[in-house]
């Protein structure tokens, strides 16, 4: 069955607290290749059937009215995966 | 909710008190809803009459006011107040606040959080800068003493409630801060310790017209002599410093239209 991906994100001039703090633990694993972290949200809505344009577009509507708060965040990617 | 208080006294003066009692004031339960039972009692202390509203309900029924109160409705899902936002019985305040009749609105700590994911208040709130849930008595000054929750203070009182909470980083964009400052809009400040991060020690706002307000510390846990701040920790206020925002919209009810 195709799910409908989507990707919110704190929008860049959002402090994101729980990134800080996963950066902050990253060497303390030995992994410090990393400079930041920011922490975002994956959603996956599954879809009965075919993925029309209508259905899309009410996935569009619903990550930018429930998935997200657009006063703290983004929605950065809204797409069809193939199961 | 008719009982009487357990402890606590009614107002002294039999005829004030019937006419108090007259304003009714809905307080909203939704699933994961903690402090219903104690916003409830706030407003029994004061004088009024509170009255039982379920999130599910699809009329907001007789009431001159509305508490939302804190806790973790839906469990904080998806975001703090995010999913209690789209309850039915939210859609009606959401109509009541915005109408002529400017229903008064107080949302405490969730109650807050779902105010502004409703939109009847600016901004967001965001998990608190150190990462934390933290509890403790908080002093705040009273910026705006013109709303319908804080007629009974002076502005620039300082009063001390307690602050429990996770998610209390209020954050908006600086051209929203600057409209908010501008207005008057910003109606209590956090004093001496800024306990989550939150822009420009903002604890509470109110809507344009002053009849919605939210903060995330909690007035109705300080109603009550021997059972406020002042009896933990000796840091300031009166025990009962929160019991003003009840008694202030039940004074704005009773001495207004109705």
């Not at chain 1, 950066?23 to 059937?49: C, H, I, Y």
């Not at chain 2, 973790?72 to 309850?87: C, E, K, P, T, V």
Request: glycine share 10%; proline share 5%; net charge negative.
């Amino acid at each position: 069955m195709p799910r409908i991906v989507v990707d919110v994100m704190p929008k860049p001039e959002i402090l994101d607290p729980q990134g800080k703090a996963i950066v902050g633990a990253l060497p303390r694993l030995g992994f410090t290749s990393f400079s930041s972290v920011r922490q975002g949200k994956r959603f996956e809505l599954t879809v009965d059937g075919e993925v029309t344009e209508e259905i899309l577009a009410q996935a569009r509507d619903a990550a930018e009215t429930l998935l997200s708060n657009p006063v703290i965040e983004d929605v950065v990617n809204v797409e069809v995966v193939e199961a | 909710m008719t009982e009487l208080p357990l402890i606590g006294e009614a107002p002294a003066d039999a005829s004030g008190a019937r006419r108090l009692a007259g304003a009714r004031i809905g307080v909203v339960t939704f699933p994961g809803t903690l402090d219903d039972r104690d916003a409830a009692r706030a407003v029994r202390l004061a004088g009024g009459t509170a009255v039982e509203l379920w999130h599910a309900d699809t009329e907001l029924g007789d009431v001159d006011a509305v508490v939302i109160p804190g806790g973790f409705s839906y469990g904080d899902y998806l975001r703090a107040g995010a999913i209690a936002r789209f309850a039915p019985l939210m859609t009606k305040i959401i109509d009541a606040a915005n109408s002529d009749a400017k229903l008064p609105v107080l949302g405490i700590c969730n109650g807050f959080q779902i105010l502004t994911e409703s939109h009847l208040l600016p901004g967001s709130m965001i998990k608190n800068d150190h990462l934390k849930f933290m509890c403790r008595d908080q002093v705040l000054r009273v910026e705006n003493s013109n709303t319908a929750w804080t007629l009974d203070y002076e502005a620039g009182q300082e009063i001390t409630i307690p602050l429990k909470n996770q998610d209390g980083q209020y954050i908006a964009d600086d051209k929203t801060l600057d409209a908010l400052e501008a207005e008057g809009r910003v109606v209590f400040r956090y004093v001496g310790f800024n306990p989550n991060g939150s822009r420009r020690d903002i604890a509470g706002i109110s809507n344009a017209a002053g009849n919605v307000v939210g903060l995330m510390p909690h007035p109705e846990h300080a109603v009550e002599v021997g059972f406020g701040p002042e009896s933990l920790d000796g840091i300031g206020g009166s025990d009962t410093d929160g019991l003003g925002f009840f008694t202030s919209v039940l004074n704005k009810i009773v001495g207004g239209a109705k």
